[in-house]
């Protein structure tokens, strides 16, 4: 458990240079998988066939996975020693303005963090002064046990990953990254002041560092704008509805039905998937009809849950109950940006934005641009990791930082292109 005096003196800028150092391992890491996949295994392949040849594949394919893991673990405890690091920064900082307030009212605050009256109340409003003491002492718990929380998750996302590379195939190298981000979105998530009042709240809120604000307006919005005392203006922020929907529904719509396979029509429902979290946001159909080539939308009978099954025989009548812009991710990329939307960049996402991935493994392969996955984004780290959840396999605030030397390996180079939905209809 975190103590009064140890979050007092701690010094989470520190961790940083750690958080660095782990993300360039990881980067080497996974270089060197690249490269023995390039220069190793592909060599052997096209000029060693015999049983000799196949052993000494399969040993650089172990090694190669090796790399992988060392990779995948190597990030997902960077985002874990990173995200601490801001987690740590933000309870500080309430502690600090709650020692500072109450001394500022003539109350004592004790080395473990007690906040009593003076010895001498003599002429002074006592019931006031109980006022404010009962009021610091409230906010000092809070940071308090909001920074126990963020050292309890943290270390949990590093105990997690500590095992040994030789034994851990990348499958499980990913489920272990994967559990380290979604610890490092616990750490952002408990220092919000839930237990606060809406007054307390805004003071929270008021007394945070305009970059500290943006890491919780990304990493957490919905918990952040369910918070009672989030100023109005902060709340009309995170909705977004300039872009024609309410991004914090879109984001609802995602949290509450990301493994909820029942309106699943499609053998792919990845862009479906994305259609209806926006639908559900309330961005509108547009054109009269689902034949409608620059429309996005669905029938009645696509409401109802309704699918023309494939047909070998007449593939064409596949999602007739929906504009092929709906449920198809290439076409659905096209149409975003062709009425209204934007291409932000990767450092410019932001919960509710659609995250693209397109092929981009040159000649001979797939056709380089076009989109083959769709997924939205739900959450950015303060790192920059880009969070997203997706349909088909269901799966929630994945890490793209960890998912891309996986996808690259599998499916080739990617290019990966964050869209920015905006009604222009």
Avoid at 10 to 31: F, G, I, K, M
Avoid at 237 to 254: F, I, P, S, V, W
Avoid at 349 to 364: E, I, N, S, T, W
Wanted: aromatic share 8%; charged share 25%; hydrophobic share 35%.
């Amino acid at each position: 458990m975190v103590g009064f005096a140890d979050l007092r003196s701690a010094q989470p800028q520190l961790w940083h240079e750690a958080a660095l150092d782990l993300r360039t391992a990881s980067v080497l890491h996974d270089d060197t998988c690249d490269e023995i996949h390039a220069n190793g295994i592909r060599a052997l392949d096209n000029n060693w066939y015999d049983a000799v040849g196949d052993l000494a594949k399969a040993e650089l394919r172990h090694l190669a996975e090796k790399f992988r893991s060392l990779g995948l673990l190597d990030a997902g405890a960077a985002s874990a020693v990173d995200t601490l690091e801001d987690a740590v920064k933000v309870a500080q900082r309430e502690l600090n303005d709650a020692v500072y307030g109450a001394e500022n009212k003539g109350l004592v605050v004790s080395t473990d963090g007690q906040v009593s009256l003076p010895s001498d109340t003599t002429g002074l409003d006592i019931e006031l002064l109980e006022f404010y003491r009962d009021n610091a002492q409230r906010l000092i718990d809070d940071a308090v046990e909001a920074a126990t929380q963020a050292d309890d998750a943290g270390r949990s996302a590093l105990e997690g990953l500590k095992v040994d590379p030789d034994t851990t195939t990348t499958e499980r190298a990913l489920e272990l990254q994967a559990d380290a981000v979604h610890d490092a979105l616990s750490m952002m998530r408990n220092q919000l002041p839930d237990g606060l009042t809406p007054d307390q709240q805004a003071a929270w809120w008021n007394a945070l560092t305009p970059e500290m604000q943006e890491d919780f307006k990304k990493a957490v919005p919905l918990d952040l704008y369910n918070l009672a005392g989030l100023p109005a203006g902060v709340k009309t922020e995170l909705e977004a509805k300039d872009r024609g929907y309410n991004a914090m529904e879109t984001l609802q719509y995602a949290r509450d039905h990301w493994d909820d396979t029942d309106e699943d029509l499609f053998p792919n429902n990845c862009a479906h998937f994305v259609s209806q979290a926006l639908h559900a946001g309330g961005l509108p159909y547009k054109g009269q009809t689902t034949l409608d080539e620059n429309g996005w939308g669905r029938s009645r009978a696509g409401e109802w849950g309704w699918n023309t099954p494939d047909s070998r025989w007449l593939p064409e009548v596949e999602g007739l109950s929906h504009t092929r812009s709906w449920y198809y991710a290439d076409a659905q990329q096209d149409f975003f940006l062709n009425n209204g939307g934007d291409r932000v960049g990767m450092s410019g996402a932001r919960p509710g934005d659609v995250l693209y991935f397109d092929y981009a493994d040159g000649p001979g392969g797939h056709t380089d641009g076009e989109s083959h996955h769709a997924a939205l984004v739900t959450a950015v780290l303060p790192d920059g990791d880009v969070l997203y959840t997706q349909h088909t396999p269901g799966a929630q605030n994945s890490s793209l930082t960890g998912r891309i030397p996986v996808v690259e390996q599998g499916e080739g180079a990617q290019q990966y292109t964050v869209v920015r939905p905006r009604q222009a209809w």
